[in-house]
């Protein structure tokens, strides 16, 4: 029986991912890195304990195959770690948000981690393991044009607050890893596929004044390197004893720990501040809903 412990980590090729599947290894843990895709996996080359693995979280018949594989291989040593970390944001206004692109961003972000988690169950069970979501500040503190990924993370960090006590009676720890903005492609990838939807540009324009100012907010941000939310994750698997949170920067503790706790309307007249929406007007011309 292998004895050296396991992790199943999603979204190994994205950009929190791909360092996190690195650090793992070097903790002394077989990673199974899965991916989409087991093509863009160059950075694993040579790494002796990352076993790139095809899968996609929005098809169970994809994720049962690669647990069925995992089983294989690990026998009674089970998995000590599942890491959800595959993710997708969706933003713009929810106006203009298509449905698809809605359920897009729950499929992943949502039922995708539902998947895994209960395909891997067994083999966390025999591992005495534990499960580890990654999540985002935006579940704690909902941010205008947003709405979808805020959304899909409130939920699975629902989910993950609920696991943890239905999982107790089995000693399996469920805990959260909330990355602050990070410098990955997910961004840019976000950005490309808003503007590849076809929407109705009066429609579009109602919006044009609020969504200048957001960017030009969001372009004095700074962004941190995926390098410390992979710390994060790191520890959150190798920790003895597991917190219920981890956070990947003091941004994101900030917003967790000290604006979401701020009264309702003071929050969000902070938040409007911050992105240069407050006091932006609407068009005094308005197209009609189609």
């Given at each position: ?213 957001v960017k030009r907010a969001e372009s004095g ?10 710390e994060a994750i790191v520890e959150a698997v190798?920790?003895r004893r597991v917190k219920a949170r981890y ?44």
């Amino acid at each position: 029986m292998n004895t050296t412990p396991a992790v199943l980590l999603t979204g190994a090729n994205g950009g929190i991912g791909t360092p996190a599947a690195l650090r793992l290894a070097e903790a002394g843990r077989i990673v199974y890195a899965g991916m989409r895709g087991t093509d863009r996996h160059g950075a694993f080359d040579g790494v002796e304990r990352i076993r790139p693995l095809p899968l996609d979280v929005t098809d169970p018949a994809s994720v049962a195959e690669a647990l069925g594989r995992i089983a294989a291989e690990r026998g009674e040593a089970g998995l000590q770690a599942v890491v959800n970390n595959a993710g997708v944001i969706v933003q713009g206004p929810l106006e203009l948000v298509p449905d698809a692109e809605l359920h897009r961003q729950f499929d992943v972000n949502v039922f995708g981690p539902v998947r895994v988690i209960r395909a891997a169950l067994p083999l966390l069970r025999a591992g005495r393991g534990r499960i580890v979501n990654v999540g985002a500040p935006t579940a704690y503190v909902p941010v205008p044009f947003h709405a979808p990924i805020a959304a899909s993370k409130a939920a699975l960090h629902a989910m993950t607050t609920a696991l943890r006590t239905e999982l107790a009676a089995w000693d399996l720890p469920v805990t959260a890893v909330v990355p602050g903005l990070v410098d990955t492609p997910l961004f840019k990838k976000a950005a490309e596929a808003r503007r590849a939807v076809a929407i109705d540009p009066d429609r579009a324009a109602l919006y044009r004044e609020q969504l200048a100012a957001v960017k030009r907010a969001e372009s004095g941000q700074r962004a941190a390197p995926p390098d410390r939310a992979a710390e994060a994750i790191v520890e959150a698997v190798t920790a003895r004893r597991v917190k219920a949170r981890y956070f990947g920067g003091s941004d994101a503790r900030t917003m967790v720990t000290l604006v979401a706790k701020l009264p309702a309307g003071l929050r969000e007249r902070l938040i409007a501040r911050v992105l240069g929406v407050r006091g932006v007007k609407a068009p005094t011309t308005v197209a009609p809903a189609s």
